[in-house]
């Protein structure tokens, strides 16, 4: 393939394992040519990003937990003490107690899902947006990860779902205010991955074997997939989108019931 994202610099947050999507579109990203920024959540986190960023010849690994507005404004600092050019910036965030229905949720434990999974990308974006290049040189991209439980129920996945809801809504209000600035904000719907958040969805199991017997494509989401659908949204390829949620799942979102068995 051609170096798509060659001379281009990406800030990715979320990249905490190899199983993750982070890590695939950070692969992808390298691949087509990226300089990748990196970032951790407190120290537990930053050895094991150290080494995956080491395997992915990132450019540059930074402390940032998105739920704090100091270490936000931190990373702003230390990337305008750089002279840094953001082109694209990816957001592979979320967290939520999902061990509970929506109706049982407490207010915190509510809060807790909208904080880290839905504002750290209103948050992010207001961080990221001023390192991007102005109007005239083409602006930048930002993008984030969701799922078809934002706008279905789907069993077990209970207040994440209203999160990821919020975060498509503020995926097309980010749209809006930032496109002035050439500045375009999407987000890919992944079907279900075998991820280590995934394990908190209690019966993960089924929604893949659902995947198989139900999606058009008669099977699971790959996470190449989705990283290459990121590449295009970072890339030139993807300049006139924007506020878009683009799904990557097998044709998964189409299906109404499932099939009867032939």
């Known amino acids: 393939m051609s170096q798509l994202l060659s001379?281009?610099?990406?800030?990715?947050?979320?990249?905490?394992?190899?199983?993750?999507?982070?890590?695939?579109?950070?692969?992808?990203?390298?691949?087509?040519?990226?300089?990748?920024?990196?970032?951790?959540?407190?120290?537990?986190?930053?050895?094991?990003v150290e080494e995956l960023g080491a395997e992915l010849k990132a450019h540059q690994i930074l402390p940032c937990d998105v739920t704090k507005d100091e270490e936000l404004t931190r990373l702003t600092e230390e990337l305008k003490s750089q002279g840094a050019v953001l082109h694209s910036v990816v957001h592979s965030i979320a967290f939520g107690d999902l061990s509970k229905t929506v109706a049982q949720t407490s207010r915190d434990a509510f809060g807790v899902a909208m904080d880290v999974s839905a504002y750290s990308l209103v948050a992010v974006a207001r961080a990221v947006a001023p390192f991007m290049p102005p109007k005239e040189q083409g602006g930048g991209s930002i993008m984030t990860l969701s799922y078809l439980g934002a706008t279905r129920v789907v069993e077990n996945y209970n207040v994440m779902g209203v999160a990821k809801a919020a975060l498509e809504a503020s995926v097309r209000y980010l749209a809006s205010d930032l496109g002035p600035s050439n500045i375009r904000v999407n987000a890919i719907s992944a079907g279900a991955v075998k991820t280590v958040s995934a394990r908190g969805v209690r019966d993960f199991s089924k929604l893949l074997e659902a995947a198989v017997h139900v999606s058009p494509l008669r099977r699971n989401t790959d996470p190449a997939e989705v990283a290459d659908a990121a590449v295009f949204l970072a890339s030139d390829l993807g300049r006139g989108v924007t506020g878009n949620i683009l799904f990557v799942d097998a044709g998964m979102q189409i299906m109404g019931f499932a099939r009867s068995e032939q």
């Open 7 to 48: 001379g281009k610099t990406a800030l990715i947050l979320g990249v905490s394992n190899r199983w993750s999507l982070a890590y695939a579109i950070a692969q992808a990203f390298t691949r087509e040519g990226a300089k990748l920024i990196l970032t951790y959540q407190g120290d537990r986190q930053k050895r094991t």
